[in-house]
Structure formats: structure tokens, C-alpha cells
């Protein structure tokens, strides 16, 4: 009995040290992706953002989770407290549990299951419970509103989202996410090239859901507070925040896996570019080497220390980066470059990807609720069904009547963007006919 | 074993939960122990190899019909019925019938038990990957249920929208 | 602040509530009330369908502190009255004391003034700016406006060793004379100035969701903004050619030549055009005071001791956000009789009402910021 | 391996307390889910089926039942919102007039 257990564990290890690793290293993951948002927003700001817990900044995550866990958790008299206090654990459990289908790169996968991307959807569409939930059992009108908003928002753009991944997963043909980026792989060409209309609406439709600017109206600071978690704070706020967090690596990790070749490199099947092989190794010198150049100008002996001590790390990671160049270690373990090489291209992406987040968050203004809705319902939508229909007509051409890629897939595109720049035209004049006046 | 383990532990949730979702006195939490068994559902369908229901499952009903469900009761002021006689007068009539008609559908299961051969499913690996299957079924012979369905959506959808609107 | 033209409940918790109908209490802790104000809301779903402004949380009684005041001792106070707006506010209270004495300052102190208040504006206008577009969800224009806004706030160091409540001019004149590199330091932040409103502008004129957010928001026609006694950049979106700088010229206005930019439909998005042409026109003014400043002496004949003869005035100026008016009583002594002042924050915010009706919640955020409201003058 | 009458089993549980939610409580929101119980507790049973038989006719009705659960949600809050605008009650006793 207790040997079949343990033999079951051994069965299944290296599933439990990618869930483990996940549960372990997310947190502190989303702690400096909030650094980086940070530093990010300062940047575009002209200042400089945190600076003084360790050297730029570098350990202010670890400070501010800190400070969260040892603030007061206030739980209001009037609330119902019991929902109040299993809510934010929702939306975090969710987040967390999407991400175990996904694959960062062919060797970190906790399960790969023939729903895959599906799962990941459903999965991170409960996460809305905690959200709805919170804002519910806070008795206070500005968690309510920030709540229904929310639920509103999020089963709107959830339907625009999904339309574009099913236009993804026609051109893959399985919900593997696994075979998903072999299917790109053996292609040539990534999805977000073959089908750009459908990248851009899950682009749109994935910020939405994640509740960022310019839709992040369920906790629009200017007008809710901060919505569905005015009345949270210490580690419960926290959560909400965590939750949040990880909903982008994951929805910028569905992106990559379906739209941006996941794990591949660019041009991964062209042989004249296998000098971007080294481009990992490469890159992680340059930021070790300007951790060292940085080194003797932090203040502090300690900071100094400790650039120092990021400078190394990061060396090392070239280094093990570099190792599957070498042919003899390369044969030595089977797959080692797709692995390691393979995480380092899917992170850089999800990076990327998060990195445009940042960008629209500090660029636009938010939209109002009833304009997100039209976005949503009048123009995401039905664009989003004429580029699964596109999509499916340029298969149709392509394997069956035997067209080139080259024609069929630009003309359906072409054809949807058509739509599009007519329900945007049709969207303009309906919005000029409209004279908003105060109707009392 | 493993499987029986989970199996059991599945569905004691959903019945747990099921009892919950019909004695609670708060619709909110009603709506909670509900999506808790839809999910423990989900969690058998999984066991019986139905990956894609598992996930239409939890999609759909966990996902879908269960936000409009949430959405609802907090749209509509709670605080009166929280405070009203929650059962009906002829309560208990109505539990002696239900217990009534489970104790047919256990008496069905007892009798045929042996006659279905109930304790022998097909094998695993029998199987193609359900969701193929479900869809090459689906496609094929149900076409014209299928589109029937989603005329029966379109006209639910209608329907909701006249029956919630004020004016129109 | 109830207004009888308006038949609804404008009172909005005197009415039975219907069954969909919430009172959302906006404020006075409300990040985006710009200070204490408080909103009553009446909501409908997300549409409000009555408001009620609630002031007087930043209540100091300055017009009674006035009273127990030398006409010199209350200069300081109508600082703190418009605190993103100090030399304005005491540009026109040193003016109407001069009405009052019948004093004028020289033409250097004049030029002066005028050069420092065009600097007050546009600082003003920055900060309402940044606020505005962060309460409508950009977040970056604040830290730039803030940027140019510290520029202007140095020359006011410079100049009176204060930042904010800078209390920079004397009844008759000025007190210190002008630092010797004034003129520089205005020309190297005017001369580049437009280039940066420019770089604004790009940000946001343009911007398909600022459009979007502002335009058709908050509607005031040329006949309700005049009926509603709004004045500034309010009134002037509204296509009213109105400003108190060309009408009764005051300081050293009837010497420059400029605009006064005005709106065609009174809207969000206009008020916001005005504002941002209104930075331009007061770059130009400060460009065209520098270059000819004046020599002589900087305070007028006025006495130590001041003691107007008994009577009254009313002076009003073109302050950044409308008419700011001073209405003083004189009874012979030392200290004023009675102070009035017209505070245009608090007459702009009498049409908040009018003009939130119908929109939604988020528009409230929206139509507060582009009333360029500041509470210490609501509330005096 | 599951013996396909432990599901039957569940599915007969399930469905009982789903029609005892029915046939006792007042609040109709409280009835209507548990009708989704009801009509789960029967995808459970439809899936056990198919496994048994091994093809996959089950999974497709319960595809359609999951569909129609989706439809009667709709309609069924919507009228309860209809509902509760005019009677300002959730009770499912009152509902006594197929018009006012």
C-alpha cells in the first residue's frame, strides 16, 4: 500500500517539481514583474522609480511582501465574513492552477493534456468567482459595483478571447499545447503572422480579462477606489494582487504558446539564423557585465556585495545556457537545448508580451464602462467570428483545393480587415449620430 | 485504487455540496456549494475519460452559467428573503415524494445491476481521445440537433433579453 | 446648492428610491474629488440621475479672518485660498486695495506682476492637466506636467523664496525687487515651452479613447454657462469670447497682444482645447512682457499704515480658473469691514449638476476634473 | 477503474436532492439551481453510460443538455429579474399569476 504510493510519487516527479517549483517560485515571480512594472512606468515617466531597498531597487518586492504580511487583515464587521475570507484564496488557486498545463519549454510541463489550452481557458475564467465573490461579501457599494463590472467585463471579452483562439487551434489543429508550438514548428511560420487579426483580438480581449489598463475598470482608482478590493488589505489584498499577476504570465503565456511559436526560436527551422542560438548566453553576459559596471557606484558596501552577487548569478546562467552549444554535452543529454534554450525563448516572449501590457497601461486613458462594453460586443466579437470563418475558408482553399499559403491566407486577412475597418467606420457614425445629452 | 480513492472523494463533494445547495439559507452560498458540485462533477467526468465534457463542464456551467447565476443574486437585493420562511408548507410531502422516487431509481439500479453487466467498462485504451470523438460525432450524425441547439440558444437569448429589459 | 430650474430631486435623498436606484456617497476621501469634496450621487444602475455637492469640509472663514486683519496682514491668507494658484490670488487682492487707496503700482512692478501671474497660469493649467488625465486613467501626462510645473515653481523660489503660497506681490508694488536673471530664466522655460504643450497634445488631442471619454461629456451651452455665472476657460469652451484680461484690462495686459482661444460646444474635450491654447497665449504674453521690463522704482506711494477711505470696491481679475473678484467694504480704519470674495471654483461647481445628469459614474470623475476645481477656494 | 454503478449511484443521489430542492424550498433562484443539479446528476449518468459503451453518443447529449441548461438559465433569470421588478419578492409561492 504504502509502496505503491511512493512508487506513484516516483512516477510522477517531475510533474511535482514543476507544480512545486510554480507554487513556490510565482509569488516572487509577480513581486518583480510589479518591480519591473515599476521601473517600467518610471522610466516613461522621466524618474527613476524604487531605488532604495537594495541596489535599484532589487529587493523591493521581497520588502513589500513583507510589509503585506505582517499589515493588519481587516475584515469588516458587516461583511460576510466567511466569503470574505475564501475569496481572494479563489482567484489565487485558479491562476495558479491554469498554469500547470502550459509548457515553458518542452521540458517544464506538469501535465499535457489533450484539453490543454482549453483547460488553461476554463480554469482561469473561475478565477472570476474570487473577484466577484470579494467585492460581493465587502457590503460596500464601491466593492459591489467594482464586482459587477467586472463579471460584466469579463464574460464579455472572455467570448472575444475564446473565438480567437479557436481561430489558433483551427490552424493547429489539436488543444496539446505541445503540439501546438510543434505544429508552428513544423509550419515555419507562427500563428500571430499567419492569422494577425486573430493575435490582435486576443491581445485586445487578453488585457481586458486580465483587468488592465485602458480596461481596467473594475478597479479604476478614479472613480471605484479600487473597486472589488477597497475594503481588503494585508496579505488578503495581496492575494487579489498575486492572482492578478499570474493571470497575465497566463494569458501572455497562452498568447505565446499559440500565436508567438512558444518554446521556438525565430526562425527556428532556418539554418542561416542558428547564430541566435547564442543570443541567450549573450544577452544574459550583457546584464551580468552591467551589473559589474554598476557594481562600484551603489553607496553602500552591502549593495555593492550584492550587485556583485547578481553579476555572478547571471553569469552563471550564460553559462548553462552555453552548454548545449557545445557539441559534446549536447549529445550527452538528449534535448538539453531544447529545454533550457526553449524556457529562455518562451519567458523572453511572455516578457515581451507583458512588456506591451505595461506599455498601453501608460500610455492610454481608460475607457468608460459603456464604451468598453460597445468595443467589446459591437466590434471584438463579430470580428472575431469573421476571422474564425476567414481562417477556416483559407484551410479550406489551402489543403483542399490546394492553394498557396501565400494566397489564401493574406486574402482572407485582407477580407477581415476589411470587416473590420467597416465595423469600426459603421461604429464612428453610429457614435457622431449619438448626441449624449442629460436626459433628465 | 487511487482511482476509487479520488472517485469517492468526488463524489462525496458533490453530494455534500448538492445537500448544502438546497438547505442553505443564503443564496450566495447556495450558489457557491452549487458551483462546488458542478466542479466535483467535473472531477468524475475526468475519472470516466471525458475530457472535453470535463471541460465544457467547467467552462460552460462552472464558468458560464454559474457567473450569470452570481451576477443575478447580487443584482437583486438580498437582505428581504434572507429573513422569510425558506421552506414550503407542504414540505414535508414534497421530501417523502422525492424520497420516493430515489428509492425507485435505487431499486432500478439494484434489479438491473446484474442484468447490465454494470462492472465491466470498456477498456481505456479502446477509446480515441474523446475529444475527436465527440467531435466527429457531433459533426456527423447529431448535425441537425446540434443546429437546433443553437437555435434553441438564439431564441433563450431573446427571450432573456425581452423578459429583462424595461423597455424596449 | 439647490437650483429650482432643475425640477427632479435635486435634493437626492429627499425622494422615495426606485427599485434599481443606489446613493453613492462620493467623497470627501475620494482620490478623485480633488480635495474634500463630497458628491451626493443619485444612480441608476451606472447613469446618475441627481447630485448634490456637499462643501465646506475646508471651511477656514477667511472672509471673517479678513475683518480682524490690517489690509496688509490679510495678504498671506488669500494665498491659501487657491493654493495651485497663489500669485493670481494675490494679484488681485493687492489690486483692489490699491482700487480702494486709490494708489497704483509703477509700470515695472506692473510688468512684473503680470509676467509672474502669465507663469502662475500656466502652472496652473499643468497641474489641472495632470490631474484631469490621471483621473481619466492616463497616467503619464501628470509626471511630465509636473516636470514643467517644478520649472516655474524654481523662478517663483527664486523670486520670493517660497513655492506655493508665495504671497510675491505688496500692496503697491512688489516688495523685493526682481532677481537679476528673471528675464532668462523665464525665456529659457517659455522659449522651448510650446514644444513640450506640443508633446501633450500628442498624448492625449489625438487619443481615440480621450476623445471618446471627453467629447459630448458634460455639455454647458453659451446661454446656461452665462445663467450659471461661469467664467474662465468653463465659460470660454462654451463660446463665449470672455476674458477679463481684454475686457478690463488690469496689471500690464492692454500692452500685449494676445488670443483668447474659445470652444464651439462646450464639452469636456473643449474645455480641455482652451486650456492647452490658453498655455500657449500665456507663453506668448511672458516671451513679450520679458523683453521690454520696464526700469523705475517698484512700489507705489502707499502709506505704512494703511487706512483707505470709507467706501467700496470690486475688483475682479482673470485668475487660471475664471473671475476672481474681490469685493471690499472700507469703513476709514485700518482693518477691511467686510471682505467678499468670488470664488470661481465655487460658481463653476454650480453647473456640476447640470452637467452630470444622464452621464455615468465614470463621467463624474471626468466633468470634476474639467471644472479645475480647488477646494480652498470652494470653501474659503 | 470505477464501477459504472457507483456513478449510476451518484447520479441517483444527486437527482433526489435536486427534486427535494425543488419540491421544499421558496426561493426561486434556489429552485432553479436546483434544476442545474438535477440536469447534471443526469450528465453524470449519460456519461457512465457512454463509458460503459463505449462510443461517445453520451458525451454528445451531454453536450446538449449542458446547452439547454445554458438556454433555460437565461430565460429562467431572466424572469426572475422581470419577476422581482414587479413583485419586489423572490418567493416562488407568489408566483400565482401568469400575467400582470
Known amino acids: 500500500m504504502l509502496m505503491n504510493v511512493i512508487q506513484y510519487l516516483i512516477s510522477i516527479w517531475r510533474p511535482l517539481v514543476c507544480a512545486v517549483a510554480i507554487v513556490a517560485v510565482l509569488p516572487l515571480v509577480a513581486g518583480y514583474i510589479v518591480l519591473m512594472e515599476r521601473k517600467v512606468m518610471a522610466d516613461m515617466q522621466a524618474r527613476l522609480g524604487p531605488m532604495r531597498v537594495g541596489p535599484h531597487g532589487l529587493l523591493q518586492p521581497i520588502a513589500d511582501a513583507l510589509k503585506l504580511l505582517i499589515k493588519e487583515d481587516i475584515i469588516p464587521d458587516e461583511s460576510d465574513k466567511a466569503i470574505f475570507w475564501f475569496a481572494p484564496l479563489i482567484s489565487v488557486t485558479c491562476a495558479m492552477l491554469a498554469m500547470s498545463a502550459l509548457a515553458i519549454g518542452p521540458w517544464f510541463q506538469i501535465a499535457d493534456l489533450n484539453v490543454g489550452l482549453l483547460f488553461v481557458v476554463g480554469i482561469s475564467a473561475l478565477g472570476i468567482f474570487g473577484i466577484v465573490l470579494g467585492g460581493w461579501s465587502s457590503n460596500s457599494h464601491y466593492s459591489l459595483l467594482g464586482a459587477l463590472r467586472s463579471a460584466a467585463q469579463l464574460v464579455s471579452y472572455e467570448t472575444a478571447a475564446g473565438m480567437a483562439i479557436v481561430g489558433g487551434l483551427l490552424l493547429a489543429g489539436t488543444l496539446s499545447t505541445r503540439e501546438i508550438v510543434e505544429t508552428q514548428g513544423d509550419y515555419g511560420w507562427w500563428f500571430a503572422f499567419v492569422a494577425p487579426v486573430g493575435f490582435f483580438i486576443y491581445l485586445v480581449a487578453s488585457i481586458a480579462e486580465t483587468n488592465r489598463a485602458p480596461f481596467d475598470l473594475p478597479e479604476a482608482e478614479s472613480e471605484l477606489v479600487a473597486g472589488y478590493m477597497t475594503e481588503y488589505s494585508g496579505f488578503r489584498w495581496a492575494l487579489y494582487f498575486l492572482a492578478e499577476y499570474t493571470n497575465m504570465v497566463v494569458v501572455a503565456s497562452i498568447a505565446t504558446t499559440l500565436f508567438l511559436g512558444g518554446w521556438l526560436r525565430p526562425f527556428a527551422s532556418t539554418p542561416i539564423f542558428n547564430f541566435l542560438d547564442y543570443i541567450p548566453s549573450l544577452l544574459m553576459l550583457l546584464v551580468g557585465g552591467y551589473c559589474f559596471y554598476r557594481a562600484p557606484k551603489q553607496p553602500v558596501q552591502v549593495q555593492k556585495l550584492f550587485m556583485v552577487a547578481v553579476g555572478l548569478l547571471l553569469i552563471v546562467v550564460a553559462i548553462i545556457l552555453a552548454l548545449p552549444l557545445v557539441p559534446a554535452v549536447n549529445e550527452m543529454v538528449p534535448g538539453l537545448k531544447e529545454g533550457l534554450h526553449g524556457a529562455f525563448w518562451f519567458l523572453l516572449k511572455v516578457g515581451l508580451y507583458i512588456y506591451t501590457f505595461m506599455w498601453l497601461r501608460f500610455t492610454f486613458p481608460r475607457y468608460r464602462f459603456d464604451q468598453l462594453m460597445r468595443l467589446g460586443w459591437q466590434f471584438l466579437i463579430p470580428l472575431s467570428i469573421v476571422n474564425v470563418l476567414g481562417i477556416g475558408v483559407a484551410l479550406v482553399l489551402h489543403r483542399h483545393w490546394g492553394w498557396s499559403h501565400w494566397i489564401a491566407f493574406p486574402l482572407t486577412t485582407a477580407l477581415t480587415l476589411l470587416v473590420a475597418g467597416w465595423l469600426g467606420w459603421a461604429g464612428e457614425k453610429k457614435d457622431a449620430g449619438q448626441v449624449f445629452v442629460g436626459e433628465l | 485504487m487511487l482511482d476509487q480513492i479520488i472517485f469517492h472523494f468526488f463524489a462525496a463533494l458533490a453530494i455534500v455540496s448538492a445537500i448544502l445547495v438546497v438547505t442553505r439559507r443564503n443564496v450566495v452560498q447556495s450558489a457557491i456549494f452549487l458551483i462546488t458540485a458542478l466542479l466535483a462533477t467535473a472531477g468524475i467526468f475526468l475519472q470516466l475519460h471525458a475530457e472535453f465534457l470535463f471541460i465544457v463542464q467547467i467552462i460552460l456551467y462552472a464558468g458560464g452559467i454559474m457567473v450569470l447565476f452570481v451576477f443575478v443574486i447580487m443584482l437583486i437585493n438580498l437582505d428581504v428573503s434572507l429573513h422569510q420562511i425558506q421552506y414550503n408548507r407542504q414540505w414535508w410531502l414534497g421530501f417523502l415524494l422525492a424520497l420516493v422516487v430515489g428509492a425507485e431509481f435505487a431499486l432500478a439500479i439494484a434489479v438491473g445491476r446484474s442484468q447490465l453487466a454494470l462492472g465491466e467498462p470498456a477498456p481505456a485504451s479502446a477509446l480515441e481521445p474523446s475529444t475527436q470523438l465527440v467531435g466527429k460525432v457531433l459533426f456527423s450524425e447529431y448535425m441537425l440537433p446540434f443546429e437546433v441547439a443553437s437555435i434553441l440558444l438564439l431564441v433563450a437569448m431573446i427571450g432573456a433579453v425581452v423578459m429583462a429589459k424595461k423597455k424596449i | 446648492m439647490a437650483d429650482e430650474r432643475i425640477p427632479a430631486a435635486t435634493q437626492v435623498e429627499q425622494t422615495v428610491l426606485g427599485a434599481d436606484e443606489i446613493i453613492l456617497n462620493m467623497g470627501p476621501q475620494h482620490p478623485s474629488t480633488h480635495g474634500v469634496l463630497r458628491v451626493k450621487l443619485r444612480l441608476d444602475g451606472e447613469k446618475v440621475i441627481g447630485s448634490e455637492c456637499v462643501i465646506g469640509y475646508l471651511h477656514r472663514g477667511v472672509e471673517k479672518i479678513a475683518e480682524h486683519r490690517t489690509y496688509q496682514q490679510f495678504a498671506p491668507y488669500v494665498d491659501r485660498m487657491d493654493y495651485v494658484a497663489a500669485v493670481s490670488n494675490g494679484l488681485g487682492y493687492c489690486e483692489a486695495v490699491e482700487k480702494l487707496l486709490g494708489a497704483e503700482a509703477p509700470p515695472r512692478a506692473r510688468v512684473i506682476r503680470t509676467i509672474l501671474t502669465e507663469m502662475q497660469r500656466i502652472a496652473s493649467h499643468l497641474f489641472w492637466l495632470g490631474t484631469h488625465a490621471l483621473d481619466i486613467g492616463a497616467l503619464t501626462p501628470l509626471f511630465y506636467c509636473l516636470r514643467e510645473r517644478e520649472e516655474i515653481l524654481k523662478i517663483f523660489e527664486k523670486f520670493c523664496g517660497a513655492r506655493l503660497t508665495t504671497h510675491a506681490f505688496r500692496i503697491g508694488g512688489l516688495q523685493y525687487e526682481a532677481y537679476d536673471e528673471l528675464e532668462k530664466d523665464v525665456e529659457r522655460f517659455c522659449l522651448p515651452f510650446d514644444k513640450r504643450v506640443d508633446e501633450y497634445e500628442s498624448l492625449l488631442t489625438e487619443n481615440r479613447i480621450w476623445v471618446q471619454r471627453t467629447k459630448g461629456i458634460g455639455i454647458l451651452t453659451a446661454k446656461e454657462a452665462i445663467d450659471y455665472g461661469a467664467s474662465g476657460p468653463v465659460l470660454r469652451a462654451s463660446g463665449v469670447k470672455w476674458d477679463i484680461r481684454k475686457a478690463m484690462p488690469y496689471a500690464a495686459y492692454d500692452q500685449y497682444k494676445f488670443e483668447i482661444p474659445t470652444g464651439k460646444n462646450g464639452d469636456t474635450y473643449d474645455r480641455y482645447l482652451v486650456r492647452m491654447e490658453e498655455m500657449r497665449q500665456s507663453r506668448l504674453i511672458c516671451l513679450q512682457a520679458i523683453e521690454n521690463i520696464p526700469a523705475g522704482p517698484i512700489m507705489g506711494k502707499v502709506g505704512k499704515v494703511l487706512k483707505p477711505p470709507p467706501g467700496e470696491v470690486y475688483h475682479a481679475i482673470e485668475a487660471p480658473k475664471g473671475e476672481l473678484g474681490y469685493y471690499i467694504i472700507s469703513d476709514g480704519t485700518t482693518q477691511p469691514y467686510r471682505v467678499r470674495i468670488r470664488p470661481p471654483s465655487l460658481i463653476n461647481l454650480e453647473a456640476f449638476d447640470k452637467m452630470i445628469r444622464g452621464h455615468l459614474v465614470a463621467d463624474v470623475v471626468a466633468i470634476i476634473g474639467t471644472l479645475d476645481i480647488v477646494l480652498g477656494e470652494v470653501d474659503r | ?100
Open chain 4, 1 to 100: 477503474m470505477i464501477p459504472i454503478s457507483q456513478c449510476l449511484f451518484l447520479g441517483m443521489v444527486l437527482f433526489t436532492i435536486g427534486v427535494i430542492g425543488v419540491v421544499t424550498r421558496r426561493n426561486v433562484i434556489i429552485i432553479l439551481m436546483s434544476i442545474e443539479l438535477m440536469l447534471n446528476a443526469v450528465n453524470i449518468n449519460l456519461v457512465a453510460f457512454s463509458r460503459l459503451v463505449g462510443s461517445a453518443e453520451g458525451h454528445v447529449f451531454a453536450i446538449f443538455i449542458i446547452t439547454d441548461a445554458a438556454a433555460e438559465a437565461a430565460v429562467g433569470l431572466g424572469i426572475i429579474i422581470a419577476f422581482f421588478r414587479n413583485r419586489e419578492t423572490l418567493l416562488g409561492d407568489e408566483m400565482d399569476l401568469l400575467k400582470w
